[in-house]
Protein backbone atom coordinates (compact mmCIF):
# COMPACT_ATOMS: atom_id res chain seq x y z
CA UNK A 1 0.00 0.00 0.00
CA UNK A 2 1.38 3.36 -0.93
CA UNK A 3 0.58 6.64 0.77
CA UNK A 4 1.38 10.13 -0.33
CA UNK A 5 2.11 12.27 2.52
CA UNK A 6 2.25 15.99 2.72
CA UNK A 7 3.69 18.50 5.47
CA UNK A 8 3.35 22.45 5.46
CA UNK A 9 2.80 23.32 8.84
CA UNK A 10 5.98 25.47 9.36
CA UNK A 11 9.10 26.26 7.47
CA UNK A 12 9.76 23.20 5.55
CA UNK A 13 7.56 21.95 2.03
CA UNK A 14 8.05 18.41 2.50
CA UNK A 15 6.41 15.40 0.53
CA UNK A 16 7.26 11.43 0.57
CA UNK A 17 6.05 8.61 -0.80
CA UNK A 18 5.65 5.59 1.93
CA UNK A 19 4.93 2.17 1.55
CA UNK A 20 2.75 -0.07 4.13
CA UNK A 21 3.83 2.24 6.34
CA UNK A 22 7.21 1.80 6.58
CA UNK A 23 9.32 1.80 3.38
CA UNK A 24 10.27 5.52 2.54
CA UNK A 25 10.21 5.64 -1.17
CA UNK A 26 11.07 8.98 -1.55
CA UNK A 27 11.79 12.41 1.34
CA UNK A 28 11.51 15.60 -0.28
CA UNK A 29 12.23 18.33 1.69
CA UNK A 30 12.58 22.17 0.82
CA UNK A 31 13.55 23.62 3.47
CA UNK A 32 13.01 27.87 3.97
CA UNK A 33 15.58 28.42 6.49
CA UNK A 34 17.31 30.31 4.15
CA UNK A 35 14.51 32.71 3.86
CA UNK A 36 13.95 33.07 7.46
CA UNK A 37 17.19 33.32 8.51
CA UNK A 38 17.13 36.79 7.17
CA UNK A 39 14.66 37.78 9.64
CA UNK A 40 15.82 35.85 12.83
CA UNK A 41 12.91 33.87 12.79
CA UNK A 42 9.91 32.70 11.07
CA UNK A 43 7.76 34.61 9.29
CA UNK A 44 4.04 32.93 8.87
CA UNK A 45 3.20 34.98 5.58
CA UNK A 46 6.90 34.57 3.62
CA UNK A 47 5.96 31.04 4.72
CA UNK A 48 2.73 30.51 3.60
CA UNK A 49 3.46 32.37 -0.06
CA UNK A 50 6.61 29.53 -0.29
CA UNK A 51 4.56 26.66 0.15
CA UNK A 52 2.46 27.83 -2.10
CA UNK A 53 5.45 28.30 -5.02
CA UNK A 54 7.11 24.94 -3.61
CA UNK A 55 4.37 21.95 -2.93
CA UNK A 56 3.17 21.08 -6.41
CA UNK A 57 6.70 21.08 -7.45
CA UNK A 58 7.76 18.46 -4.85
CA UNK A 59 4.67 16.42 -4.84
CA UNK A 60 5.18 15.36 -8.42
CA UNK A 61 9.64 14.76 -7.38
CA UNK A 62 8.12 12.91 -4.54
CA UNK A 63 6.70 10.48 -6.71
CA UNK A 64 9.13 10.64 -9.72
CA UNK A 65 11.89 9.64 -6.97
CA UNK A 66 9.47 6.95 -5.70
CA UNK A 67 9.05 5.64 -9.31
CA UNK A 68 4.85 6.45 -8.26
CA UNK A 69 1.98 6.81 -10.98
CA UNK A 70 -1.28 8.10 -9.48
CA UNK A 71 -2.89 5.25 -10.05
CA UNK A 72 -0.37 3.28 -7.74
CA UNK A 73 -1.31 5.40 -4.73
CA UNK A 74 -3.76 4.12 -2.56
CA UNK A 75 -4.28 7.34 -0.12
CA UNK A 76 -3.08 11.11 0.98
CA UNK A 77 -1.66 12.11 4.37
CA UNK A 78 -1.58 15.76 4.93
CA UNK A 79 -0.48 17.52 8.33
CA UNK A 80 -4.04 19.41 9.60
CA UNK A 81 -2.00 20.72 12.81
CA UNK A 82 -0.77 21.98 15.01
CA UNK A 83 1.17 24.79 13.24
CA UNK A 84 0.92 28.14 11.13
CA UNK A 85 -2.78 28.25 9.77
CA UNK A 86 -1.84 29.43 6.70
CA UNK A 87 1.13 26.90 5.61
CA UNK A 88 -1.42 24.90 6.70
CA UNK A 89 -4.24 25.48 4.34
CA UNK A 90 -1.83 25.19 1.50
CA UNK A 91 -1.26 21.71 1.87
CA UNK A 92 -4.54 20.43 3.17
CA UNK A 93 -5.92 22.16 -0.06
CA UNK A 94 -3.45 20.59 -2.28
CA UNK A 95 -3.89 17.15 -1.01
CA UNK A 96 -8.07 17.69 -1.10
CA UNK A 97 -6.95 18.45 -4.76
CA UNK A 98 -5.38 15.62 -5.86
CA UNK A 99 -7.73 12.97 -3.42
CA UNK A 100 -10.97 14.37 -4.83
CA UNK A 101 -9.06 14.41 -8.44
CA UNK A 102 -7.76 10.93 -8.22
CA UNK A 103 -10.75 9.03 -5.97
CA UNK A 104 -8.08 8.67 -3.41
CA UNK A 105 -9.14 8.73 0.63
CA UNK A 106 -7.72 11.69 2.74
CA UNK A 107 -6.25 11.47 6.34
CA UNK A 108 -5.56 14.68 7.91
CA UNK A 109 -2.95 14.45 10.31
CA UNK A 110 -1.62 15.55 13.67
CA UNK A 111 1.90 17.01 13.25
CA UNK A 112 2.83 15.61 16.08
CA UNK A 113 1.26 11.66 15.73
CA UNK A 114 3.22 11.77 12.85
CA UNK A 115 6.97 12.94 14.84
CA UNK A 116 5.84 9.55 16.56
CA UNK A 117 5.97 7.27 13.54
CA UNK A 118 8.99 8.27 12.24
CA UNK A 119 10.15 5.30 14.63
CA UNK A 120 8.65 3.42 12.08
CA UNK A 121 10.41 4.09 8.96
CA UNK A 122 13.15 2.19 7.11
CA UNK A 123 14.99 3.34 4.46
CA UNK A 124 14.80 1.41 1.17
CA UNK A 125 16.98 0.99 -1.86
CA UNK A 126 15.86 4.30 -3.52
CA UNK A 127 16.44 6.58 0.00
CA UNK A 128 19.45 7.60 1.43
CA UNK A 129 18.85 9.65 4.98
CA UNK A 130 22.42 11.33 4.96
CA UNK A 131 21.64 12.92 1.49
CA UNK A 132 18.00 14.54 2.18
CA UNK A 133 16.67 15.72 -1.08
CA UNK A 134 16.63 19.49 -1.21
CA UNK A 135 14.23 20.78 -3.55
CA UNK A 136 16.78 23.29 -4.51
CA UNK A 137 19.47 21.01 -4.58
CA UNK A 138 20.97 18.56 -7.77
CA UNK A 139 21.42 15.96 -5.02
CA UNK A 140 17.41 15.11 -5.06
CA UNK A 141 18.14 13.64 -8.86
CA UNK A 142 20.52 11.36 -8.06
CA UNK A 143 19.54 7.88 -7.41
CA UNK A 144 21.87 6.25 -4.69
CA UNK A 145 21.57 2.97 -3.95
CA UNK A 146 21.63 1.64 0.03
CA UNK A 147 20.76 -1.37 1.22
CA UNK A 148 17.64 -1.36 2.94
CA UNK A 149 17.81 -1.98 7.02
CA UNK A 150 15.09 -4.27 7.56
CA UNK A 151 14.05 -2.50 11.38
CA UNK A 152 11.33 -4.40 13.48
CA UNK A 153 8.29 -2.25 14.20
CA UNK A 154 8.23 -0.53 18.28
CA UNK A 155 7.83 -2.74 20.66
CA UNK A 156 4.30 -0.82 22.94
CA UNK A 157 3.58 0.12 25.38
CA UNK A 158 6.39 2.53 24.18
CA UNK A 159 7.34 5.99 26.28
CA UNK A 160 7.67 8.81 23.37
CA UNK A 161 9.06 12.09 23.84
CA UNK A 162 8.26 14.79 21.48
CA UNK A 163 10.74 17.83 21.74
CA UNK A 164 10.03 20.27 18.75
CA UNK A 165 10.14 24.00 18.17
CA UNK A 166 6.48 23.97 19.68
CA UNK A 167 6.00 20.84 21.64
CA UNK A 168 7.88 19.02 24.76
CA UNK A 169 5.35 16.21 25.46
CA UNK A 170 6.06 13.06 26.90
CA UNK A 171 2.77 10.00 26.88
CA UNK A 172 2.91 6.43 26.89
CA UNK A 173 1.88 4.84 23.64
CA UNK A 174 -0.11 1.66 24.27
CA UNK A 175 -1.41 0.82 20.69
CA UNK A 176 -1.75 2.46 17.42
CA UNK A 177 -3.70 6.08 18.44
CA UNK A 178 -3.92 5.23 21.67
CA UNK A 179 -1.61 7.50 24.09
CA UNK A 180 -1.77 8.44 27.70
CA UNK A 181 -0.71 12.10 28.51
CA UNK A 182 2.25 12.12 31.51
CA UNK A 183 3.55 15.32 30.97
CA UNK A 184 4.22 18.42 28.68
CA UNK A 185 6.14 21.53 28.97
CA UNK A 186 4.75 24.64 30.88
CA UNK A 187 6.29 27.28 29.36
CA UNK A 188 8.66 27.49 26.82
CA UNK A 189 9.05 23.92 24.42
CA UNK A 190 12.69 22.45 24.58
CA UNK A 191 13.55 23.09 20.82
CA UNK A 192 12.14 26.89 21.55
CA UNK A 193 14.60 27.36 24.57
CA UNK A 194 17.30 26.53 22.06
CA UNK A 195 16.46 29.16 19.68
CA UNK A 196 16.35 31.72 22.15
CA UNK A 197 19.05 30.88 23.31
CA UNK A 198 20.94 30.93 20.27
CA UNK A 199 19.72 34.20 19.76
CA UNK A 200 20.98 35.58 22.79
CA UNK A 201 24.56 34.19 22.05
CA UNK A 202 24.17 35.76 18.79
CA UNK A 203 24.36 32.51 17.15
CA UNK A 204 20.91 32.90 14.71
CA UNK A 205 18.30 30.77 13.71
CA UNK A 206 17.50 28.21 13.69
CA UNK A 207 18.96 27.66 17.22
CA UNK A 208 19.62 23.77 17.85
CA UNK A 209 22.03 23.14 15.22
CA UNK A 210 23.91 26.59 16.30
CA UNK A 211 23.61 25.59 19.79
CA UNK A 212 24.60 21.66 19.37
CA UNK A 213 27.76 23.15 16.35
CA UNK A 214 28.81 25.67 19.42
CA UNK A 215 28.99 23.19 22.02
CA UNK A 216 31.07 20.53 20.83
CA UNK A 217 34.28 23.30 21.70
CA UNK A 218 32.80 24.35 24.85
CA UNK A 219 33.11 22.67 28.52
CA UNK A 220 29.84 22.14 30.00
CA UNK A 221 30.91 21.74 33.53
CA UNK A 222 32.30 25.54 33.93
CA UNK A 223 28.51 26.97 34.35
CA UNK A 224 26.36 25.19 36.55
CA UNK A 225 22.89 26.21 34.93
CA UNK A 226 19.54 25.01 36.88
CA UNK A 227 17.41 22.25 36.15
CA UNK A 228 13.56 22.55 36.89
CA UNK A 229 12.50 19.09 37.77
CA UNK A 230 9.02 19.82 39.04
CA UNK A 231 9.24 17.22 41.29
CA UNK A 232 6.04 14.20 41.49
CA UNK A 233 4.99 15.43 37.94
CA UNK A 234 6.07 14.12 34.03
CA UNK A 235 6.46 18.36 33.30
CA UNK A 236 9.02 20.36 32.05
CA UNK A 237 10.24 23.95 32.18
CA UNK A 238 12.49 25.17 30.58
CA UNK A 239 11.96 29.47 31.25
CA UNK A 240 13.92 29.42 34.19
CA UNK A 241 17.08 28.09 32.32
CA UNK A 242 16.57 30.23 29.44
CA UNK A 243 16.59 33.06 31.89
CA UNK A 244 19.58 31.98 34.20
CA UNK A 245 21.39 31.92 30.57
CA UNK A 246 20.74 35.42 29.97
CA UNK A 247 21.97 36.13 33.31
CA UNK A 248 25.16 34.72 32.96
CA UNK A 249 25.69 36.30 29.44
CA UNK A 250 24.56 39.52 30.94
CA UNK A 251 27.20 39.00 34.00
CA UNK A 252 29.99 38.41 31.52
CA UNK A 253 28.93 41.39 29.11
CA UNK A 254 29.66 43.55 32.16
CA UNK A 255 32.66 42.25 33.00
CA UNK A 256 33.62 42.78 29.52
CA UNK A 257 32.31 46.26 29.10
CA UNK A 258 33.49 48.03 32.08
CA UNK A 259 33.15 51.36 32.07
CA UNK A 260 30.41 51.59 29.95
CA UNK A 261 26.76 53.01 30.72
CA UNK A 262 24.54 49.64 31.85
CA UNK A 263 21.92 49.37 29.09
CA UNK A 264 24.78 49.53 26.58
CA UNK A 265 25.93 46.34 28.28
CA UNK A 266 22.92 44.50 29.02
CA UNK A 267 21.49 42.19 26.46
CA UNK A 268 17.97 41.47 26.54
CA UNK A 269 16.48 38.74 24.65
CA UNK A 270 14.71 41.59 22.31
CA UNK A 271 18.50 42.67 21.60
CA UNK A 272 20.17 42.41 18.01
CA UNK A 273 22.21 39.43 17.28
CA UNK A 274 25.40 41.43 17.03
CA UNK A 275 24.71 43.83 20.07
CA UNK A 276 25.66 40.57 22.11
CA UNK A 277 28.13 38.88 20.14
CA UNK A 278 30.49 41.92 20.43
CA UNK A 279 30.57 41.38 24.29
CA UNK A 280 31.66 37.73 24.54
CA UNK A 281 34.50 35.40 23.63
CA UNK A 282 33.93 33.10 21.01
CA UNK A 283 35.10 30.36 24.06
CA UNK A 284 32.84 31.96 26.40
CA UNK A 285 29.75 30.90 24.13
CA UNK A 286 31.25 27.55 23.57
CA UNK A 287 31.00 27.01 27.13
CA UNK A 288 27.53 28.28 27.54
CA UNK A 289 26.15 26.51 24.46
CA UNK A 290 27.86 23.18 26.44
CA UNK A 291 26.49 24.09 29.49
CA UNK A 292 23.04 24.88 28.96
CA UNK A 293 22.81 21.93 26.49
CA UNK A 294 23.83 19.68 29.15
CA UNK A 295 20.81 21.07 31.22
CA UNK A 296 18.52 20.63 28.88
CA UNK A 297 19.73 17.11 27.69
CA UNK A 298 20.20 16.18 31.45
CA UNK A 299 16.30 17.31 32.52
CA UNK A 300 14.79 15.22 28.94
CA UNK A 301 16.94 11.80 29.71
CA UNK A 302 15.76 11.69 33.60
CA UNK A 303 12.31 12.18 33.43
CA UNK A 304 11.82 10.24 30.40
CA UNK A 305 13.73 7.38 32.06
CA UNK A 306 11.83 7.57 35.30
CA UNK A 307 8.52 7.22 33.53
CA UNK A 308 9.42 4.62 31.51
CA UNK A 309 10.47 2.66 34.45
CA UNK A 310 7.53 3.46 36.65
CA UNK A 311 5.77 2.94 33.94
CA UNK A 312 6.97 -0.48 32.87
CA UNK A 313 7.56 0.83 28.92
CA UNK A 314 9.16 -1.59 26.90
CA UNK A 315 11.18 0.97 24.46
CA UNK A 316 11.48 4.81 24.58
CA UNK A 317 10.49 6.87 21.43
CA UNK A 318 12.50 10.07 20.35
CA UNK A 319 10.64 12.29 17.83
CA UNK A 320 10.47 16.25 16.94
CA UNK A 321 13.56 18.43 16.12
CA UNK A 322 15.28 18.01 19.34
CA UNK A 323 15.15 14.60 18.98
CA UNK A 324 18.28 14.57 16.21
CA UNK A 325 20.68 16.34 18.93
CA UNK A 326 23.74 14.13 19.82
CA UNK A 327 24.19 14.59 22.97
CA UNK A 328 20.26 13.95 23.56
CA UNK A 329 20.78 10.91 21.89
CA UNK A 330 23.75 9.74 23.25
CA UNK A 331 23.12 10.38 26.74
CA UNK A 332 19.55 8.78 26.16
CA UNK A 333 20.87 5.72 24.82
CA UNK A 334 23.25 5.50 27.50
CA UNK A 335 20.79 5.98 30.86
CA UNK A 336 18.12 4.26 29.69
CA UNK A 337 17.66 0.33 30.87
CA UNK A 338 15.48 -0.60 27.74
CA UNK A 339 15.87 0.33 23.94
CA UNK A 340 15.69 3.62 22.29
CA UNK A 341 14.77 4.24 18.98
CA UNK A 342 16.01 7.13 17.61
CA UNK A 343 14.95 7.82 13.85
CA UNK A 344 17.69 9.19 11.83
CA UNK A 345 17.88 13.18 11.56
CA UNK A 346 16.35 13.86 8.92
CA UNK A 347 13.63 11.97 10.43
CA UNK A 348 13.18 13.99 13.36
CA UNK A 349 12.86 17.54 11.99
CA UNK A 350 9.86 18.09 9.37
CA UNK A 351 9.42 15.70 6.61
CA UNK A 352 6.82 13.78 5.09
CA UNK A 353 7.68 10.40 5.28
CA UNK A 354 6.22 10.66 9.14
CA UNK A 355 3.12 11.88 7.70
CA UNK A 356 2.61 9.23 5.23
CA UNK A 357 3.35 6.45 7.55
CA UNK A 358 0.95 7.65 10.11
CA UNK A 359 -1.48 7.95 7.56
CA UNK A 360 -1.19 4.19 6.76
CA UNK A 361 -2.35 3.05 10.33
CA UNK A 362 -4.99 5.88 10.21
CA UNK A 363 -6.36 4.17 7.39
CA UNK A 364 -5.99 0.60 8.93
CA UNK A 365 -8.09 1.78 11.24
CA UNK A 366 -10.38 3.40 8.99
CA UNK A 367 -10.10 6.66 10.13
CA UNK A 368 -10.77 8.49 7.04
CA UNK A 369 -11.51 12.39 6.88
CA UNK A 370 -14.65 14.40 5.18
CA UNK A 371 -14.02 17.09 2.20
CA UNK A 372 -14.73 19.40 5.31
CA UNK A 373 -11.37 18.69 6.94
CA UNK A 374 -9.79 21.75 8.16
CA UNK A 375 -6.81 23.05 9.60
CA UNK A 376 -6.08 23.03 12.94
CA UNK A 377 -3.61 25.56 14.61
CA UNK A 378 -3.35 24.37 18.06
CA UNK A 379 -4.13 20.78 17.60
CA UNK A 380 -3.05 18.56 20.86
CA UNK A 381 -2.37 14.93 20.59
CA UNK A 382 -4.19 14.31 23.72
O1 LIG B 1 10.24 19.18 14.70
P1 LIG B 1 10.84 20.42 14.14
O2 LIG B 1 11.66 20.30 12.88
O3 LIG B 1 9.74 21.50 13.87
C1 LIG B 1 8.66 21.67 14.74
O4 LIG B 1 7.71 20.88 14.66
O5 LIG B 1 8.79 22.60 15.59
O6 LIG B 1 11.72 21.06 15.32
C2 LIG B 1 12.40 22.27 15.14
C3 LIG B 1 13.11 22.59 16.43
C4 LIG B 1 13.78 23.95 16.41
O7 LIG B 1 13.48 24.61 17.64
C5 LIG B 1 15.26 23.63 16.30
O8 LIG B 1 16.09 24.61 16.90
C6 LIG B 1 15.33 22.30 17.03
O9 LIG B 1 14.16 21.62 16.65
N1 LIG B 1 16.50 21.52 16.63
C7 LIG B 1 17.49 21.15 17.47
C8 LIG B 1 18.45 20.50 16.68
N2 LIG B 1 18.01 20.45 15.39
C9 LIG B 1 16.80 21.09 15.38
N3 LIG B 1 17.65 21.36 18.79
C10 LIG B 1 18.77 20.88 19.36
N4 LIG B 1 19.75 20.25 18.67
C11 LIG B 1 19.64 20.03 17.34
N5 LIG B 1 20.60 19.41 16.67
ZN1 LIG C 1 7.75 19.14 13.85
Known amino acids: MKILGIETSCDETAAAVVQDGREILSNLIASQVDIHSRYGGIVPEVASRQHLLTTIPIIQQAMAQAQALWSD ?36 INHLEGHIYANWLIHSGRYDPEKPAGFFSDELRRDITKRTVRKKAPDLPAICLIVSGGHTDLLLMRGHGDYLPLGRTRDDAAGEAFDKVARILGLGYPGGPAIEQTANDGNSALYRLPRAWLKDTDDFSFSGLKTATLRLVTDLSKERKKGLPLERTTPRLEDTQSEVETHLEKSEKADIAASFQEAVVDVLVTKTVAAAKRL ?19 TMAERSPIPVLLPSPILCTDNAAMIASCGYFHLKAGKISGWDLDVMPNLRLT
Not at 91 to 105: D, E, T
Not at 321 to 328: I, M, Q, T
Request: without cysteine; glycine residues 18%.
Open 73 to 108: LDAIAVTIGPGLAGSLLVGVNIAKAIALAQGLPLLG
Open 312 to 330: GAHQILLGGGVASNRLLRH
